[in-house]
């Protein structure tokens, strides 16, 4: 009997040594390296989500390559949403900082985008809520890059950054 409950004492304090790390490395990991969330809704289609609601994609965040706020035109992103700051949205980066891009919808005919924002844009036009109805957005809200679908399995890929020809900016800062 002393025996059987020795065992389980240092089972149980092992468990507990372990536990009291891991957690603190998990939490660490999923808060600052990467994550995975699910995408809703059909602003981003045919890109994510393609099957409507039947499925919805499941994608990996990866939190480091936005940590200087290093985005790149094409990239699809997670952000704060401006308008609820409990959401957080999926979208892809048309225009960066110093650009001059044309809207759709947006209150103006040409924007330029200014220093520290980006302009975001689903790519299902008409079912997006993105920059054209609330403009530029501030890198601040930036939460992580979207880089693989992860699930449903059939649909396993990396995300590329590829801007529609239709959606590049009249004006770049890289001219």
């Known amino acids: 009997m002393a025996q059987s409950q020795g065992w389980l004492r240092r089972y149980f304090k092992a468990f507990c040594k372990g536990f009291f790390v891991a957690v603190p490395v998990a939490v660490t990991f999923l808060d600052r390296v990467a994550c995975v969330a699910r995408v809703e809704g059909a602003s981003m289609q045919p890109s994510l989500n393609p099957g409507g609601r039947q499925s919805s994609d499941v994608v990996l965040l990866n939190h480091w390559k936005v940590r200087n706020f290093q985005v790149q035109r094409g990239d699809i992103v997670s952000l704060v949403s401006p308008k609820n700051p409990e959401q957080k949205i999926i979208k892809r ?6 650009d001059i891009i044309r809207t759709i919808g947006h209150k103006n005919r040409l924007v330029k985008v200014p220093r520290g924002h980006m302009w975001v844009e689903g790519d299902h036009h008409g079912h997006s809520f993105d920059s054209n ?8 809200l930036l939460h992580a890059h979207a880089t693989h679908i992860l699930w449903p399995p059939e649909r396993w890929q990396r995300l590329e950054s590829v801007l529609p020809p239709e959606r590049f900016p009249i004006h770049s800062n890289d001219e």
Do not use: R
Request: charged share 5%.
């Open 93 to 98: 980066v048309i225009a960066l900082e110093g």
């Open 133 to 140: 109805s609330f403009g530029p957005v501030s890198l601040g």
